[in-house]
């Protein structure tokens, strides 16, 4: 009975150790067949680069030619890719799009020049450069980094402007906006404005039609109209209470479209020559789910980003009653931006999606999507919306 046991127990261990035996045994074979297939590939690493998201950091649209500069980034599922800045000129009108291949300058804020040859750009070491020669685009290419304003650097870009007349570069961030001569190579002005830590980013610039004055804010909150000549205020617009995200001149009427940043947003309408001083009372506001409003060029209507009941919708309002005239279907992200050309209205959201309305007829007339145009490039040639 003693023999009987003790060859049970060793039956026990040899099967036990017959059984792991065969399973390392094809754990093996497995990773062999793996170290051939890897021996035949001559070991080569082939990390995984598709592209995960796309999104807009900035865009700056220039109403008469219906181009578009943006900095586009993208992010890669390979961890050592991380994300990905680059310059992508755009032709709304014609539905072109190509890269200008900046990803060296890891650009942050960008402004496209009235004739859409030079866009103005802010990168990671927050010197101020002018890429020029970007039209026309069958021939685009970024030319040398040319340094074009002495000194001048700034951190944390929100937002670059043009003049009219392009002989102007105007810059803003948290604190400070910035105006410099192009043709002088000079910094013209430099004022501070109010920071709005809790409430957003305060970005109030624009220039008149004739790029004699300037809109900006103020370090009381509000905003002022200077002459950039005397750099001295002409007239002071909104009050202290308000904190304002948003401004932007609407020359036809002397009218002036006021977003101010809070919860929720507001959008006022002032009319801005109704007497020289301070300017305080508004034609109209609404609420807004967002501090973005385009106007249109013949001064019938004006667009706003709205959310309601889980969609986000773009509500065209009467201009000078701010009545609600029609909501557009909108977006399947939040919109990002409003622009308006002739009776085309233009609006981008998060998710790096364009889409182009024609306001006649209220009827959306293309959509483009960035992340299917990165994933999908055309080499050297202008890609189609």
């Known amino acids: 009975m003693r ?3 003790t060859w049970m127990t060793w039956k026990h261990v040899t099967d036990f150790v017959a059984l792991w035996g065969l399973l390392l045994g094809g754990v093996l074979v497995l990773a062999g067949a793996e170290a051939i297939v890897i021996w035949g590939t001559g070991f080569r690493y082939q990390p995984v680069t598709e592209t995960r998201s796309v999104w807009f950091e900035d865009l700056s649209f220039n109403r008469s030619t219906g181009m578009a500069a943006v900095v586009v980034r993208s992010k890669l599922n390979a961890q050592t890719e991380g994300i990905k800045s680059d310059i992508v000129l755009m032709n709304l009108q014609t539905h072109e799009a190509i890269s200008l291949n900046t990803h060296h300058l890891q650009p942050y804020a960008v402004a496209l020049s009235p004739d859409a040859s030079t866009i103005a750009v802010v990168g990671a070491d927050a010197k101020v450069r002018l890429l020029t020669g970007v039209t026309p685009m069958a021939d685009a290419k970024m030319m040398a980094e040319i340094e074009t304003i002495e000194g001048a650097t700034f951190h944390d870009p929100i937002e670059l402007l043009f003049s009219p007349d392009g002989e102007k570069l105007a810059a803003v961030n948290d604190n400070d906006v910035w105006v410099w001569s192009l043709t002088e190579n000079r910094l013209l002005h ?3 404005h109010h920071p709005v830590p809790r409430n957003g980013t305060q970005k109030a610039l624009a220039f008149s039609a004739d790029s004699q004055r300037i809109l900006s804010g103020n370090v009381d909150g509000g905003i002022s109209i200077r002459d950039l000549k005397s750099g001295k205020t002409l007239k002071r617009i909104a009050s202290s209470e308000r904190a304002i995200f948003d401004a932007a001149f609407y020359e036809q009427g002397r009218l002036l ?4 940043n809070g919860a929720p947003h507001e959008i006022l309408l002032y009319p801005v020559d109704s007497g020289p001083g301070n300017c305080d009372t508004y034609r109209w506001t609404c609420r807004a789910s ?6 249109d060029e013949r001064g019938d209507w004006a667009a706003i980003a709205s959310y309601r009941h889980g969609k986000h919708l773009i509500c065209i309002l009467d201009l000078q009653t701010g009545t609600e005239q029609c909501v557009l279907p909108g977006h399947t992200t939040p919109i990002m931006g409003l622009a308006t050309s002739d ?5 981008w959201d998060s998710g790096g999606t364009i889409l182009e309305w024609d306001m006649d007829a209220k009827t959306r007339t293309r959509s483009f999507s960035m992340l299917e145009w990165v994933l999908n490039p055309i080499e050297n040639d202008p890609a189609t919306l």
């Open 3 to 5: 023999f009987q046991r």
């Open 190 to 192: 430099q004022y501070s």
């Open 257 to 260: 479209v006021v977003m101010n």
């Open 290 to 295: 967002a501090p973005i409003v385009a106007i």
């Open 343 to 347: 009776r085309t209205l233009y609006s």
